[in-house]
C-alpha cells in the first residue's frame, strides 16, 4: 500500500542525511528474520551464526514481526545528527519515556492478534521501564556481536552512499536523488510515494520537518518508510555498493602494481573501489593508521586519489586516473 508525502518547501529544505550505527543493527536483525533479504549476506549469515546462538533474541523477536507489522519507534528514534555514535543512540533508547514505550509497544503486539496476552506480552506491558532497559541491553548485545566488528567497513560504504547522492543533488537538485534512491520510490510534482506495510492511519504525514534519507547495508532489497507519528518521516533505503560487503577477504592487489608502487600502496589503491576514511582502510588492510595515511599521501600526490571531507571524516577515492592505473594492472 502508497504512502505519498506532498513536501513543501519547509520539507525541502530540511531533507538529511543520516548514517545510523543503531539503525544498522535492528536492521541486521530483521534481516535475521526475512529470509527475503539474505541474497547479500550468506557469508555473512554464516559466519555469525554462533554469536547469533549465544544470544537470547526473544524479547526483540516479541516486537519485531517476521513480515511486515510494527515495531516500536523507541527502538531505533531518528537520530538528531548526520554521524551519531552508537552509545549516544543507546542512551537515547534507555531514556525513552515510558508511556511512549508503552504505547508502541502495544502496537506493535496488535499485529499479532493474542500476542499481548501471551505471558511474555503482559509481562512487556505491565513493566515499560523495564522492558526498555532490557531491550536496550539486548540491543547492544547484538551490537557487538553481530554489527560492531564489521562496523568500519559498513560505515566506509553507508558515508560512500550519502556522499554520491549529496553530489546528486548538488549537481541535479532533489528530483536526482529521489527519482533513483530505489525502484519502489517515486518523485513526481513534489510528492514522495513509499510502499508502506501495515495500517495508514499511523503513517507519517510531511509537516514541514523534511525527510530523513538513511542507507542501510542489510535493509535490500527494501525500503522502510518510517516512522509513524511523532517521529520524523525517515526513509531506510539499500546503500549504493553494498553489494561489494559480501566478500569477507580482502583481495591482493595485481603482480604488476605491486612490483611498481609496493604491495602495501597497491592494496590500498587497488582496494579503493568505494570512497573510504583512512580508519576504514587501515582496519580491511590490517595496516596501522599511520601506515595507511602514509600511502595515502603518496597516491594522492601522484595523482591516483582524491579526498574530500565528510562529517568528521576524510574520504578518500581513486582519480580516473587511479582507475584507469588499477584496471590496466588487472588486464
Request: aromatic share 6%; glycine share 10%; hydrophobic share 45%.
Amino acid at each position: 500500500m502508497p504512502l505519498t508525502l506532498r513536501l513543501g518547501a519547509d520539507d525541502l529544505r530540511r531533507c538529511r542525511f543520516a548514517v545510523s550505527p543503531l539503525c544498522q543493527t535492528h536492521e541486521a536483525l530483521r534481516m535475521l528474520r526475512r529470509s527475503a533479504r539474505h541474497g547479500y549476506h550468506r557469508a555473512w549469515l554464516r559466519r555469525v551464526a554462533p554469536a547469533v546462538a549465544g544470544l537470547d533474541l526473544s524479547p526483540l523477536w516479541l516486537l519485531i514481526p517476521p513480515v511486515g507489522g510494527y515495531t516500536p519507534d523507541f527502538l531505533g528514534p531518528p537520530p538528531e545528527e548526520p554521524y551519531p555514535r552508537f552509545e549516544d543512540e543507546l542512551a537515547r533508547v534507555r531514556g525513552t519515556d515510558p508511556a511512549l514505550a508503552h504505547a508502541e509497544m502495544s502496537r506493535s503486539l496488535a499485529c499479532t492478534p493474542g500476542l499481548a496476552d501471551t505471558p511474555q506480552g503482559r509481562a512487556a506491558l505491565d513493566d515499560p521501564a523495564g522492558t526498555v532497559r532490557r531491550l536496550a541491553d539486548l540491543t547492544e548485545q547484538a551490537w557487538r556481536a553481530l554489527v560492531a566488528p564489521d562496523w568500519a567497513r559498513h560505515r566506509a560504504v553507508l558515508e560512500a552512499d550519502v556522499a554520491h547522492r549529496s553530489r546528486q543533488v548538488a549537481d541535479a537538485g532533489l528530483d536526482a536523488l529521489f527519482a533513483g534512491l530505489h525502484p519502489d520510490v517515486d518523485w513526481a510534482d513534489g510528492s514522495l510515494t513509499l510502499p508502506v506495510r501495515g495500517d495508514l492511519r499511523d503513517a507519517q504525514l510531511a509537516d514541514g520537518r523534511g525527510v530523513l534519507l538513511m542507507p542501510s547495508v542489510f535493509v535490500w532489497p527494501d525500503v522502510v518508510s518510517g516512522f509513524a507519528r511523532p517521529w520524523q518521516p525517515t526513509v531506510i533505503y539499500p546503500a549504493r555498493g553494498m553489494g561489494g560487503l559480501t566478500v569477507d577477504d580482502v583481495p591482493r592487489p595485481p603482480e604488476a602494481l605491486a612490483r611498481l608502487l609496493g604491495r602495501g600502496r597497491a592494496a590500498v589503491l587497488a582496494g579503493l573501489s568505494d570512497p573510504a576514511s583512512t580508519t576504514g582502510l587501515a582496519r580491511r588492510h590490517g595496516l596501522a593508521p599511520s601506515t595507511v595515511s602514509a600511502h595515502l599521501s603518496v597516491l594522492r600526490e601522484a595523482g591516483l586519489l582524491g579526498s574530500r571531507r565528510q562529517g568528521h571524516q576524510v574520504l578518500y577515492a581513486r582519480t580516473p586516473l587511479g582507475d584507469a592505473v588499477v584496471a590496466g594492472a588487472w588486464s
